[in-house]
Structures are given as C-alpha cells and as structure tokens.
C-alpha cells in the first residue's frame, strides 16, 4: 500500500487559513487522495478527497500537486473547533481489495485564540 | 438519516474473555470497516465486509474475527481477551466504492482488566 507522511504537529492562529501538507511520492495512478480529521473523543470524519484537480468543499480545500506526490489541505479560517487529528490516505481504486483504508499517525493541529 | 450506531459504548471485560461488538451502518451502505484505535499504534485497521463477504482483512491475529448480516450490519468478536486489546473499536460504513467517504460511528471503548 501506497504510504503517505504527514508533520506530527502543527500551530494555527484563530481566523487564519492553514495548509497541512502530505507527501505521497509512492502515489499510483489509481490512488485518490483523501483527507480525514478526528476530535477530541470522536471518531474521524471525512473532510475531501481528489484525484489530480484541485478540489473546493464547505469544509476545505485539497490542492493536488501536478506529479501528485504530494497534496495540502486548506482550512480558509482556522476556528476552535477545527483542532483535530488531520489524516492523509491513499485509496487505491484500481485494486480488488477495496477500502483496505491505511491511516498514519496523522497531524495534530493545535488552533490558538 | 441516522448515523452509524455502535453498542455498547463502553465495556470492561477481563483477561480470558470474550467480546462482541455490533455496528448499525447507515441505511443503504453495504460495507463496514471495523478499526482499533490505541494511543501507541494509532489507528489499525482490522478488517472489512461487503455483503456478508470479508473483503479485506488488516493484521490482526485470529483472536479477531467478524461478520456482517443481511442487513448490513456487523459484529466483530475478540476472543481470550489480552491486556493490549484494551482500545477504542470504531466501525465505518461505506456504499463499498473507495472513492466513496466513509462514515464512522462513535466507537466501543473496551477495557481489558
């Protein structure tokens, strides 16, 4: 399974954009990228998820870089509420073993007030 | 619609035991994920089923066993309860696609004493 890396940690300020980076260099050309985050005592949550476009959601943003080796997650205005365990994760459509679903250890983002 | 529901919530069991968890995935999906989650391992995937069928499986020893029903739902079952399978257990449900996000319920947090 394709593997992904991720900061451990990162810092925000209240009401400013955030970019979580994730390398995926071992990315195949059937791998969707997508984003996931977990609260505090709660179980993950989908965020986005993008093929090669750069895709918009209410929620974020998902810039794909042209060679797809490495993607970043836009929150426009870090709020309180966005703190949470970010993942990034490879999902192979292209194989028969569907939702095989590898998680990291992910980015801990801390947002300040 | 309603989301995914896990029961029980919280369990204590001891060391030689055994465990079932059970999953209600949400109306219409086909597939279920179970996961364990640990402060020291993150989070693991177990296993998946797509219509009664195991479709993946994560590597887990064989202590760790599931099913899925006609109605989707799921249940997975730990036997001889060890120390280290005290966790958070979460379950997602999907429609199967791995394009498709995937929904996840609250979890079983699970004490082995």
């Known amino acids: 399974d394709a593997k992904t890396t991720q900061p451990n940690s990162m810092e925000s300020n209240e009401e400013e954009p955030v970019h979580l980076p994730c390398n995926h260099s071992?990315?195949?050309?059937?791998?969707?990228i997508h984003w996931y985050r977990q609260l505090p005592s709660q179980g993950p949550e989908y965020v986005i998820h993008?093929?090669?476009s750069n895709v918009n959601n209410r929620m974020a943003s998902l810039a794909i870089a042209e060679d797809r080796k490495s993607s970043t997650l836009i929150l426009h205005r870090a709020t309180l509420r966005d703190a949470a365990v970010y993942y990034c994760i490879l999902r192979d459509v292209g194989r028969t073993s569907y939702d095989k679903v590898i998680f990291g250890p992910g980015t801990s983002l801390s947002v300040i007030p | 619609k309603a989301g995914v529901t896990q029961t029980p919530r919280y369990l204590i069991k001891t060391r030689g035991q055994q465990v079932t968890l059970s999953c209600s995935p949400i109306?219409?999906?086909?597939?279920v994920s179970w996961y364990q989650q640990t402060p020291g391992q993150g989070l693991q995937f177990l296993f998946e089923?797509?219509?009664?069928?195991?479709?993946n499986k994560g590597n887990f020893p064989g202590r760790f066993s599931g099913r899925q029903f006609s109605n989707s739902r799921s249940e997975m079952n730990v036997s001889t309860l060890e120390l280290g399978d005290s966790a958070l257990y979460l379950c997602a449900s999907s429609t199967g696609h791995p394009y498709d996000e995937q929904f996840f319920g609250p979890g079983t947090r699970l004490t082995v004493l």
């Open positions: 109306s219409g999906h086909r597939s």
């Open positions: 071992t990315i195949s050309g059937t791998d969707y």
């Open positions: 993008g093929l090669t």
């Open positions: 089923y797509f219509s009664e069928t195991q479709r």
